[in-house]
Each structure stands twice: as C-alpha cells, then as structure tokens.
C-alpha cells in the first residue's frame, strides 16, 4: 500500500522560510506527476504546485514566485522551498498525485505563519 508522509512544517514569522518533505513508498512517485496541497481551517484543500516526472512545474497565482517545488526521483522523495511567508500560508500541507484518483492521504504537515 502507497504511504506519503509529510514533515518540515513548523512556526514561522512572516518573511521565513520552511522547506516541506515528502516521501512515498511504492512505484507512484516514478510513474506520476506529483502535486503539493494545502488545506487552511474553513477552506477546501487546494493544489498549489506540481512537479512532472520530467521536471517541469507549475504554481498557483497565490505561491509563483516564491516557492519552488523539486522531486528526487531516485529517493522518491519531493520538496516544497517556502519563501517569504505570508500569514495566509497558513495551513496542513500535504503532498499525493497531481490528478485523480488521488491515493490515501498523509497526516499532512502542520504551518503556522504567525509573529
């Protein structure tokens, strides 16, 4: 069974940065795109950057330029560089497939931008 752990998350003041991990078990970090997902309380779960399995990548309007999403395809493992943190990045992070059908998701990584 596929497992995705996340971890990195933590408290930061605005303008930080954190750096998310997020590692598989299984075939699934090889054969697919992959995507980094945020959750904040109140609000749906939405996609915020995805990685091919070739490298390329994409970002929602809310992060461009300030986080950068890699994969490490050789230790299935992806990252997720988070710069210049705003309070409203506040949320659970998750990492699982760019598309449906997703697989069973993490327990997410938990960050709280706050002074």
């Known amino acids: 069974q596929v497992q995705l752990v996340e971890s990195g998350g933590g408290l930061v003041q605005p303008g930080g940065s954190l750096r998310l991990s997020c590692t598989t078990s299984g075939s699934i970090f090889r054969l697919y795109a992959m995507g980094w997902y945020r959750q904040a309380p109140g609000k749906q779960r939405e996609l915020v950057a995805t990685a091919t399995t070739g490298g390329s990548t994409n970002y929602s309007d809310s992060v461009k330029g300030r986080f950068t999403i890699s994969r490490d395809n050789a230790k299935n493992t992806m990252y997720l560089q988070m710069n210049s943190l705003k309070p409203e990045d506040t949320a659970v992070y998750y990492c699982?497939?760019?598309?449906?059908?997703?697989?069973?998701w993490g327990q997410g990584t938990q960050v709280t931008v706050s002074s």
């Open positions: 699982n497939k760019h598309t449906r059908p997703w697989v069973n």
